[in-house]
T-cell receptor, first 114, second 112 residues
């Protein structure tokens, strides 16, 4: 049981490049989400999904796309990277359809855009 | 929308003393209030949570209290130990959506 797995752990992009951050969970969780973490700002929700085929925007969705074709996978795509997207990104999942229970986080991806 | 404020941003306490971190929120319909601990370079992990039908919850040295009238909740850590050094985040789940709103975090430093 691996839990929530994120790849890559570190990434450097040039401005304008695109890339996909991968997130997979093997716990059959319905709810998955992506956060970014910046110093002094806590965690901010980018996008979330309440089940396969359903996604919705969070607090800071601009510049990011997601899809949820399977229960296990929830990739985050950066369309055209900008320095403002330099951050640590966390994927998380919860076992029920709602969020009022423990969220399990991946190990994080530290992204630098130059 | 929901707004969560967390204080203090940094807290330094002597080993063995107690630590208290407070969060206030704005949406009176909020119904779920977790606390997460994040060690340096690691992922956040849930340490305790409370739901709106409960005023206090305790788990060994950690407790959370909720005042729904005043719209604030607090994390209490007693008999602090060096391994308690970390950043602590509160979060709030609004009553009408699936989004957790997070506080900015408190860096807890335990002095030997």
């Amino acid at each position: 049981n691996a839990g929530v797995t994120q790849t890559p752990k570190f990434q450097v992009l040039k401005t304008g490049q695109s890339m996909t951050l991968q997130c997979a969970q093997d716990m059959n969780h319905e709810y998955m989400s992506w956060y970014r973490q910046d110093p002094g700002m806590g965690l901010r929700l980018i996008h979330y999904s309440v089940g396969a085929g359903i996604t919705d925007q969070g607090e800071v969705p601009n510049g990011y796309n997601v899809s949820r074709s399977t229960t296990e996978d929830f990739p985050l795509r950066l369309l055209s990277a900008a320095p403002s997207q330099t951050s640590v990104y966390f994927c998380a999942s919860t076992p029920q359809g709602a969020v009022n229970t423990e969220a399990f986080f991946g190990q994080g991806t530290r992204l630098t855009v130059v | 929308g929901e707004n969560v404020e967390q204080h203090p941003s940094t807290l330094s306490v002597q080993e063995g003393d107690s630590a208290v971190i407070k969060c206030t929120y704005s949406d009176s319909a909020s119904n779920y209030f977790p606390w997460y601990k994040q060690e340096l370079g690691k992922r956040p992990q849930l340490i305790i949570d409370i739901r709106s039908n409960v005023g206090e919850k305790k788990d060994q040295r950690i407790a959370v209290t909720l005042n729904k009238t005043a719209k604030h909740f607090s994390l209490h850590i007693t008999e602090t130990q060096p391994e308690d050094s970390a950043v602590y985040f509160c979060a709030v789940l609004g009553g009408s959506n699936y989004q957790l709103i997070w506080g900015a975090g408190t860096k807890l430093i335990i002095k030997p």
